[in-house]
């Protein structure tokens, strides 16, 4: 079953590329989105890593929350569901 994870307190400059090299080590990592502001593009500072594995997934929380990455601490934990705020851009 495939996992997803939040990953947070990146730098600004971080890049997808950046965080598949990261979480290369655990092998079955099958998508990284960063997320950008719509307007500007630039980095949120925060992403979600997704894992074919639920076991790699946890292996990877345990080894990089908390851990220094471009000069930040990051965090990483399993994502949560997201909301519906009820509140729709037309």
Excluded: H, W
């Excluded at 600004?12 to 998508?31: G, P, R």
């Excluded at 979600?48 to 345990?62: L, N, P």
């Amino acid at each position: 079953m495939s996992k997803k994870l939040y990953v947070g307190n990146l730098s600004y400059k971080a890049t997808e590329d950046d965080l598949k090299d990261l979480f290369k080590e655990f092998t079955t990592v099958t998508e990284v989105k960063l997320v950008t502001d719509r307007d500007s593009g630039k980095s949120r500072g925060f992403g979600f890593v997704e894992f074919s594995s639920g076991e790699d997934a946890d292996r990877a929380v345990k080894s990089l929350n908390g851990k220094m990455f471009q000069e930040r601490e990051m965090i990483v934990n399993e994502a949560r569901p997201r909301k519906n705020s009820g509140f729709r851009r037309y």
